[in-house]
């Protein structure tokens, strides 16, 4: 009997984590002035290789995230490329603003 309810528990675990909802991570790409950066290109790097482009105003949306730790790099041509660590959660968005998409012409200090 004992052995019963132990594989139910596990299995009630194992459907729990399966049911979680996944998130998002949004955001803007701008350079130091700040001018949006159309086009660029945000990629995750780790768990699972996946890329987008940014729009014409910068703005980019990765959905159906599982909960996790991503690895993120954000380029584009003339830039800098900047990489960034992103814990997401369950059924949440992650709304990475302005300031932390900066990127850097090349060549300048």
Request: net charge positive; proline share 6%.
């Amino acid at each position: 009997m004992p052995l019963r309810w132990a594989c139910a528990a596990v299995l009630g675990v194992m459907s729990a984590a399966a049911q979680e909802s996944p998130g998002s991570i949004t955001g803007t790409v701008v350079d130091a002035i700040p001018l949006f950066i159309p086009n660029a290109t945000v990629t995750i790097l780790s768990p699972v290789e996946r890329a987008i482009s940014a729009d014409a105003a910068g703005n980019f949306n990765i959905a159906g995230l599982a909960p996790g730790t991503y690895k993120l790099r954000v380029q584009a041509p003339g830039f800098v490329s900047k990489g960034l660590e992103i814990a997401v959660e369950s059924d949440r968005e992650h709304r990475w603003y302005t300031l932390r998409w900066r990127l850097r012409h090349r060549g300048r200090v």
